[in-house]
């Protein structure tokens, strides 16, 4: 047979869904598994977007336009404006998830062997965008320790060579959960604009931030009109990411119309889910704050139970719905691995990303999981049970000294 | 600001949808434009698969798996059986759309560099995926003349070298409605495993074929388990452009396992898209009887009217709801554009796509344009008097002697 192509070997399995036939066959055996892994939502889909589903009415079921529906990027309009982004209609284009505005933005501003700084640990899919696009992910270490706090300046100008064309930012971010301060996105600025890079910014959870510090788009940092390119999606704010419902934002004429060009060859993004997510900016207030309430409780049911697991340390998350834990265990992926394959307590296990996924850096993470808190409480406090007797069974505990 | 990538810049505009402006400005204007341009047919989606929308009973939109729900996957399998197609449910990988499923084969199979060789006129978007996977399209002409018949194998040899990685067709083919020939697949056949080569073949077109003449699937082509890979959509098929739900499709263990991490990369294939898909597959024999009896018809209005029009010709299309037709005009593009920029007949006018975008051969399909027959037939004939009128007026206007 011809061989797969460099890129289709390189490309890394996804560290959140990797394990899935593990979990599929623990299940199979009738073992209960609570998904920490994955960014999946268990809360509801705001009413007006599933009857929106229903009220369809339609006999065909037709293209839409490559750039996405005009009302919907209307409608979108006051909904940044709530969080002080200023744009028009047309600095938008929808997209099929947030994955492919990631996906677009690489293959319309890389070039193949371009380099793109990324603070690690990172949404591991950001590597996998950047073999698809050719382009090289060069990222800078952040520290548990630090609870992942940005490195001074000085770290990201040891990378920045001639090959470094952008900086990728997840804010806040998935899987640490950190929010950049005023200080660290001036920086950050301040290095773009120096560098003349591109800055590529994934904000899909906004809605979830958890301190009083104000969450800073890159579409309100000054002078950045070329260099922006905001990432969204409404999988997370709506608990739609079945739909493959997301944005590519920036105020650069040049970048949207190379953009356009990969929208128009994939024709148009998904008809229906476009309709639902048109609906979900309907939602009332209470919606987004029952949701961002109930996200409280489970960063607090959750952090607080990793912390007083011996062995177990977690920074306090500040935004998005994900926390990087450090667990007493020789290797994070054989641990996880070993809760589905081999482990279970009362007939139930856990399944977690290992964090390894998320590094680029060899030997970085290797005793960290990423652990998403997107179920409900009382699944979180029995998960929590669990993962503490996983501890205490796993062959291969290590404890710090 | 930072400079686009190379791959960005070079992309094609899609020739089916750029001049989507100059209609929009058309209609602005209160001139009717008929779409010959864009294969989005008019008749209706399948009842059954309607009504699955308006009963989804989910609070929850949900990611589906990588690969497309196990239960979507299963009740493809006796679909393609009524084709002789014999698969299993994991043979089959759920993309989005068609085109995912192009882009995916060619960033799993092809290294920056590669070749594919491809028959021209072809589907544009072929052009923009290799493009967007740094592969390189050699085309081998087919003429309107001889119906757009393959070439014998030497003319394909003498394009095959140490870069050539793979042939794509689109069987029945769009943009020429063209359909393989038992020879011609087994001389595509002979070739690619001579040279050890992938094989793509897009196939969405397989209910619209008009002639006696069998359909051949590249996965019944023998001896091409590990090379053949077949490209599905039910865009067609069900008038759901719309949705997004295509399929990739191989025996071949290793290119799903490398087509999966792009799939993982990207989450998830849209939820409600597969749902409606799947209802679809429940669609009664009279719903295909309908539509194919319709585009019996329409094929015959469109193909009859174009050759009645002095200076045009096309051929019979024995497939798909496409025909390159040539035109007595200077320069199509040109044509296409003056027709919705500068004329109305009775405050109509006709868009249609210029075939040179369906071509790498510079000069080539100059007087040619593609035109769709997914309207109804009293809208064709609408649109042949109309295109009759304008190919009177444009001042472009060449004979040939």
Redesign the interface.
Known sequence: ??E??????E????PI??L?PLANDAKKRGIKVYHLN?G??????PQC??DA??N?D?????????QGFQSYREKLIPYYKKFNINITPDDIIIT??G??AV?FAF??????G?EIIVPEPAYA?YM??AI???AKIRTIATSIEEGFALPRVEQFEKLINEKT??IMICNPNNPTGYLYTRREMNQIRDLVRKY???LFSDEVYREYIYTGSPYISVLNLEGLE??AVLIDSVSKRY??????VGALITR?P??RQ??M??C??????????QI?AEASLDAPEEYYRDVYDEYVERRKTLIDGLNRIPGVYSPIPMGAFYTVAKLPVDDSEKFCRWCLADFNYEGETVMMAPASGFYTTPGAGKNQVRIAYVLKKEDLQRALVVLKKALEQYPGRVDDE
Not at 58 to 66: G, V
Request: positive net charge; glycine residues 8%.
């Open positions: 047979m011809p797969i192509s460099v890129r289709g070997l490309m890394p399995q996804s869904r990797k899935a994955i999946q939502p268990d809360l509801p889909t977007g599933l589903l229903k369809i339609r006999s065909i079921l037709e293209y839409s336009p490559s099929t998830g994955s492919e996906l293959m319309a501003c890389l070039n193949p371009d899919n996998a965008f698809s696009a050719g064309r952008a003349d890079l591109y070329d260099n608990s739609e990411c079945g739909i493959r650069n040049e970048i190379a953009v060009k990969f128009q060859a994939r024709l148009s993004p998904p008809l229906l889910g639902v």
